[in-house]
Every structure is written in C-alpha cells, then in structure tokens.
C-alpha cells in the first residue's frame, strides 16, 4: 500500500507539472510578453497604453480569440475546380482496364462557415474557441465513353462530406511566441447518394451505382503555426523605379515580406458501427489512417503609392502597410493503418501489408497563386499519387493524378 501511495504521488506531482507549463497561473503579462502579442496581433501599442489597467486584459483576450478564428479560415483546405477543357485534368489509374476519358470537370468544394470571434473565449481559463461548418462534396463529371458505360455527361456518384469541426487553443500557446499550437476534433458524414448493391454479381466493387456510406468518421486534430518577422527582400532599394511616372498612377509597393509555415497531424477514425458493414467485414476500407499536412505561405507587406506632379513629381502613400498572400504550398500525405487491411473482390482478396505503400499511402503537392487583386481566388497546380482513390466506391483504384485550375479560399488578406 505504500508503494501505491508514492506512485499516486509522483504521477499526482507530474501531472501539476504538466499543468503549471499547458496553462501557467493567472498573472499581469511581462511588459515583453504583452508587446510580443501585440506585435504578432498587429494591433496598434498607443492605443492598449491609454486602456486602464483592467481592461488590458480583456483587449489582449479579445483580440487573441479574433485572430484564432481568421487565421482558422487562412488555413483551412482551398476548393479546386478543374477540367480538361480548361486548364488541365489528367488521371492515370494503374489499371489500364479502369482508366476513364480525362474529367469533364472535376471539382472538389470545402468551404468553411467560420463560427467565432473575440468573444469566443472562456475568459477565467484562457481558452479559445472557434467552430466551421464544411458542407464538403466532390464531383466529376466524366466524359462520355461507351466503353465504360458512361452517356450523357454523367455526374457518377458524388461525395457529400457535411462536417462540424471544432478548433480551440489556451492563449498561453496562441501568438506568444513565434510558434502557436491547437487542436481539434472533426466529425462529418460520408456519402455518394446511391442505393445500388455495394457489390456487383460476379463480386468486383459496383463504381457505377454502388452505395458508399459512412454514418459519422472522427478527425482528432493537432496543428501548429510559425509566422516569421516581416523580413526586408529588397535590401538597398533607393526609391520606387516606374517607366510611366503620370498624375494618379497607383502602384503596390512592397520591401518586406511575412512567411508562415503551418502543419496538421490528424488521427482519422472510421468506427465499426457506424462505417460500411460490406467493406468492413471483407477489411476492403481502411478505418485508421494518419494524415499529415504541412504549407507554405509568402505574404508580402504592401503600401499603395500613388504619383502626384503637383509636389516635385513624388510618390505618396495612401494605405497603411498591407499583408497580402502571393503564394502557398500545401503538401499533404495520408497512410492506411489498418493492420488488417484488404485489395480485391468477394471471390479473390489478398492481404496488404503494413508497408505497402502502393495501396496504403496517397501524398499530392498543390501549389496556389492567388489572382492579384482578389482575397478569395487562386490560380492552382496539384499532382500527387493516391494509393485509395479518395472518391467514395471507387476507393480501390490507384492512380496517377495532375491538376490545373481555379481555387477558392479565405487567402491572407486584409478585410477591413
């Protein structure tokens, strides 16, 4: 009993431990502390300094919580739309009996409904809070081929992925410091909206009509975020060189430059009771799997300058500095678990092993550009390999794919 005793209490004083360092007593920040949050919130220092004392706090709180919520909509995961009549749409499926004319269109839409704001926040603790609404789906609309039996332009079962997913951080851990941490926790639901056998008659996956169903899929979340310190890129630049120096000519000028680099680790679990009972009980659907996701953003500060020739032919500004997205880079990987793990049909299935990687892992890179003078839309290129192909019943095939064409996103933007 008594060595029971000292292991309650050494696991009793390691867990203090671990609550000290996760969420530290209340106190008066540092003088450094609270400048650093300011600087990272790019909120104005003269206008916290004339707040009285108490509610300095509650200023830092509020605009804590309002950056989570935005910069939870700057990551989320763009929509893409491409076509083979616009831009580029091309697949190659590692079966050359399965391989499809190229998309008519192929489009997959997850825009968020962002829910929070400064006053999502539990204030005694320090906990921030935000909420997003996805009403996902995917959609490709195939060209017509007679071999495959595809007439009319079909669009052949489409994905709805509904989803809730709720984001929250201490504020300890969010814009103190150059690195920032959350988590999250993710459900949606998983469709194609048809009612045919999952299976057809000689025991090959239906991909024309087949039902594909998930009641409820679990996304267990941890993300981080690093926003460097406006660096100068135009180091010795003496003035602004234009050919065309004429009265109102406006210009976007720019010498410094913010990175951020964000990742996500996601725990994606598929239950036995609420996934598909014909996959699950032949193993064809992995139902643990581990994605990682990790981006690049270049975000140039801007000043809008306009020429005038009524005061020595001189340049002046008439916005304040602006931080504006010229790119990112998102690359994402995605592996299958399952120790248990099948490819195949009813009448021949054959074990995959936990390191193969042709069936198990799908990893695609897409670059975004987003179109000057808009906050929402980006021109975009993606290639990649999916080992399961991510379109509901057709989950079995593996494929090739490259993709050019519009994206729409909350891109890093001033929305004033």
Known sequence: MVNNLKGVKKSGILICLILIVTFPAKSQETNDTTI???????????????LPQDNKLIFLVRNQTSDFF???????????ISSKYFFLDKTFNSEAALQKKDFVLNADIQIPIGLGGPLWNIRKIGWLSTVQIIPHFKVRIFDNDNKMGDKSLPVRTPSYIPRLTYYGTHKSLWRIKAISHYWGISGYHHSNGQDGNEFNENGTVNIYNGNFGEQLVFDFIY???YTSNPVRYKIGRKG????????????YYSEKVVHDIYWKVIYEYHSKSLTNKSFKDHSLYGRN???????YIKAPIYITKVFSNTNSGEWHEITQQETKELFRFILN?????????SNGDLNSTEQVT???LQKRLNIYLTGYLRIRGTPYSALFLQAGYWGTDNYNIYFQQSLWQIRAGLALSFFKYPRN
């Open 333 to 341: 990987t995605n592996y299958i678990l399952d120790n248990k793990y």
């Open 289 to 295: 799997r581990l994605n990682l996701q990790i981006g």
């Open 240 to 251: 602004i060189k234009v050919k065309k120096r004429k009265p109102n000519k406006m210009i």
């Open 36 to 50: 650093t949050i300011l600087n990272n919130l790019n909120v104005d220092l003269n206008r916290f300094n004339s």
């Open 70 to 80: 935005n910069t939870q909509l700057v990551l989320a995961e763009p929509s893409t």
């Open 354 to 356: 936990i390191i193969n």
């Open 223 to 225: 993300g981080g975020l």
